[in-house]
């Protein structure tokens, strides 16, 4: 690789470095007065645009509400894990999309 080369990717490496970065908002932003979070009305982008660990609690929580409507009583971790992260592409990708309509979305694709 050429010296051209080189600097020309550091440069790119260091804007990358310098760009700002996206301010996670904490769950706790879209409670009520009572600490409650409305499941229903919560957007792909509120959960795109959460910490990790939100994302995570949040997601379990829906598998546990869509597992408990089906009246299944088992967790296959693996699957559950797998299944957040399209969760989560999904929502990157469609950010005015409520989370609920994106389950099912994913849900449907899933049964094809």
């Known amino acids: 690789m050429k010296l051209g080369n080189h600097l020309s990717l550091a440069l790119v490496a260091g804007a990358l470095m310098l760009s700002p970065a996206k301010a996670q908002t904490p769950l706790t932003a879209y409670t009520d007065a009572n600490g409650f979070i409305d499941v229903q009305a919560l957007t792909c982008a509120q959960l795109a645009g959460t910490y990790q660990e939100d994302a995570d609690m949040l997601a379990a929580w829906y598998s546990g509400w869509y597992n408990g409507l089906a009246k299944k009583h088992f967790a296959h971790i693996t699957r559950a894990k797998s299944g957040e992260h399209q969760l989560i592409l999904y929502c990157k990708a ?5 989370i609920i309509e994106a389950i099912d979305v994913l849900m449907k694709d899933e049964g094809k």
């Open 94 to 98: 469609h950010p005015g999309v409520k």
